[in-house]
């Protein structure tokens, strides 16, 4: 292993990315392109203009003796700055608009909701007395931002409706406070989608080094680099160093076209550097999985499609788009959902830097980028290099 | 040093069911330009392949000054320059940028490297172009950039596969000039080819192999003498009733 020869490769590799016009677009343009479009088409301008959610609303409480507590969760919901709520006399009505899209969600206050709250207040330590009933929640799955957004503001109207204002007036153990929530009203979509754009910019990594390494295997310069004193190490090394390079400078990209546009994360100069950090980690599992791409693949061309098979799963369940059930726990396997969740939880929900959670992120993220790099380079060496 | 530069001792390799070389024996001495003349297919790739470590020997052994190609390949590495039959370079890299990665690879210093690539750049008549991408090279032009690649280390040995092949006769003098000096400068030179007048042009000793075999061994003027030939392409064909090339 020799350092100047792993930066002479370091160099050589960063040149082909400036020069190779279709290496330039994945790497640099299209990071920008899609931070550029997304942001601006989901409200990154002006740095989260408020949002509104179109909520349909069929209470079927409202003429009962108890109607005041449903009509005070109505109240609650329609001076939200958040929803603007819509009326509907019947269940099919409202579920047509939800599904043309009309609305964001749809709730139904079934009846005996007031007879509920007020077997509550009969006798609230004794919860057998209570009579139950379940307000129904509709949220419109194809918005992330209504989905992620919506559910908790509802449940913020519910409980003031519920317990007040002021939970602790009417003596209860346990306060519900979720500041969180007020805020959400400012969030705009893009704020949800934001975090992902990281680990989206530098999936495509996981291609470039596929092709690459087919193409300098199928071209005899593996060969030609094998007849020099230079090891295979310093061949790993220096592609290895060449895409957290990258990854980093995709960071600063993102970034930085994303702040044009308006984004302002909720983090601080430690939670950025965080960031890169997080970003250089998450290239070596890119890096990995473009070895293990080259060892399958006998030309460059099959090296494409075979990335994509690791490439597509990271896209979808681990950037910013939606998940539900099946997809949520396939997703956990997912390297780019580590460093999404990481990111959301320093940006979006604006949690310091000292948060565990985001720092075991990092090391499943580094473990699993140094696991995949190992084993693509075995596998490669062993399997792929001829 | 060693007392030769290149020893080759009973060489098989094998790939799968082909026989490429055939228990082959020889022995190049220093300062020798060495040329492996046979038609394609004959098994030059193979032998010199083996000596610059890409391939391991099914059987037999070689060493390169001194150094087994099996067993110390590192030190190999160390100590030759090789020229591949395919020109092998990196299409975004300027030719300059591509002879000084390589020089880069062998560690030598930064400002000896300099000045040595603009040397060699000059006397294989690439100014011009040298700062150019790879990618807009005519043939004849990489396969001038492959052998400055390949000699950027000053190597003792320099193992060049069929340098001049396809080359336009501008180009070939160039490269034969290039080769002559390194001669001049005592370096050790195994040059293959199947062109009988490169071989009769350059070599002090020329081993002919057929089908894996070596078939002939000694200076140009010997064998001629002794076969009573016109050239070496006679040569051959009186060793092997075949032509040597393809007639073209
Ligand atoms: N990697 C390989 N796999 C299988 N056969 C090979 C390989 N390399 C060379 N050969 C065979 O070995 C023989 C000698 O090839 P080669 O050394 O390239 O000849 P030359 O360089 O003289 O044209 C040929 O029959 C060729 O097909
Ligand atoms: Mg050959």
Not at chain 1, 222 to 238: E, F, G, V
Not at chain 2, 123 to 150: F, T, V
Not at chain 2, 223 to 244: D, M, P
Request: aromatic share 8%; with cysteine.
């Amino acid at each position: 292993m020799n350092a100047r020869r792993i930066i002479a490769l370091t160099k050589k590799e960063l040149r082909k990315t400036t020069r190779e016009p279709a290496v330039l677009f994945l790497v640099i343009l299209f990071p920008i392109t899609v931070t550029f479009v997304f942001g601006l088409a989901f409200g990154g301008i002006g740095g989260g203009g408020t949002t509104s959610f179109d909520v349909g609303l069929l209470n079927l409480d409202a003429t009962s003796p108890q109607a005041d507590w449903s009509l005070a969760f109505v109240d609650n919901l329609t001076t939200s700055d958040v929803f603007v709520m819509h009326a509907f006399a019947d269940n099919d009505s409202g579920h047509s608009a939800l599904l043309q899209g009309n609305l964001d969600a749809f709730i139904i206050i079934p009846e005996g909701f007031g007879d509920s709250v007020a077997s509550y207040y009969g006798s609230p330590f004794d919860p057998s007395a209570w009579t139950n009933s379940t307000i129904e929640l509709y949220v419109d799955s194809g918005s992330l931002m209504a989905v992620s957004a919506i559910p908790p503001l509802v449940q913020e109207a519910l409980m003031k409706a519920i317990f007040g204002n002021d939970a602790m007036a009417i003596g209860l153990p346990v306060e519900i406070g979720s500041p969180g929530l007020v805020e959400s009203s400012t969030f705009t979509q893009w704020d949800f989608m934001a975090p992902g754009m990281f680990a989206f910019a530098s999936i495509f990594l996981t291609m470039i080094v596929a092709q690459t390494i087919t193409g300098e295997r199928d071209e005899g310069l593996l060969k030609r680099l094998k007849t020099t004193p230079a090891s295979s190490a310093d061949y790993m090394i220096s592609q290895t160093a060449s895409y957290m390079v990258i990854a980093a400078l995709q960071v600063a990209l993102v970034l930085t076209t994303s702040f044009a546009i308006g984004y302002r994360p909720g983090t601080g100069v430690a939670g950025v550097v965080f960031t890169f950090v997080i970003a250089v980690a998450f290239s070596l599992v890119a890096v990995g999985f473009g070895l293990i791409s080259a060892t399958l693949c006998k030309s460059a061309e099959a090296a494409t499609g075979v990335s994509f098979i690791f490439i597509m799963p990271q896209m979808f369940l681990g950037t910013f788009m939606p998940l539900g059930g099946a997809a949520e726990a396939i997703s956990k396997f997912v390297p780019t959902k580590y460093v999404t969740e990481a990111i959301t939880t320093l940006f979006l929900r604006g949690a310091p830097i000292t948060t565990p959670v985001i720092w075991i992120n990092l090391a499943i993220v580094s473990l699993a980028g140094l696991l995949l790099v190992a084993v693509g380079t075995v596998l490669f060496e062993r399997y792929g290099s001829h | 040093m060693s007392e030769s530069a290149i020893t080759v001792t009973n060489l098989t390799k094998r790939f799968d069911d082909v026989t490429a070389i055939e228990n082959l024996s020889l022995d190049i001495g220093w300062g020798e330009l060495f040329g492996v003349l046979g038609p394609n297919g004959a098994g030059k790739s193979t032998l010199v392949n083996t000596l610059n470590t890409l391939l391991k020997p099914t059987d037999g052994s070689a060493t390169v000054d001194g150094h087994d190609v099996e067993f110390d390949p590192e030190a190999v590495r160390g100590v030759i320059g090789v020229c591949p039959q395919e020109p092998a370079f990196y299409r975004f890299l300027t030719g300059q940028e591509n002879i000084t990665l390589m020089g880069e690879m062998h560690l030598v210093p930064e400002a000896v490297l300099k000045e040595r690539v603009r040397a060699m750049v000059e006397k294989i008549g690439m100014e011009d172009h040298i700062n150019r991408r790879a990618k807009d090279y005519s043939g004849g032009m990489i396969r001038r950039i492959s052998m400055l690649m390949a000699l950027v280390n000053d190597p003792k040995i320099a193992l060049l596969d069929e340098p001049t092949v396809g080359m336009d006769p501008n180009s070939r003098r160039a490269v034969w000039d290039f080769i002559r000096e390194l001669k001049s400068r005592g370096k050790t030179v195994i040059l293959t080819t199947h062109y009988m007048e490169e071989a009769q042009e350059l070599c002090d000793r020329v081993a002919i192999i057929d089908e894996g075999h070596l078939i002939e061994l000694g200076s140009p003027a010997e064998l001629i003498e002794k076969h009573k030939a016109k050239n070496l392409e006679e040569v051959f064909l009186n060793l092997t009733g075949k032509q040597l090339k393809e007639a073209v």
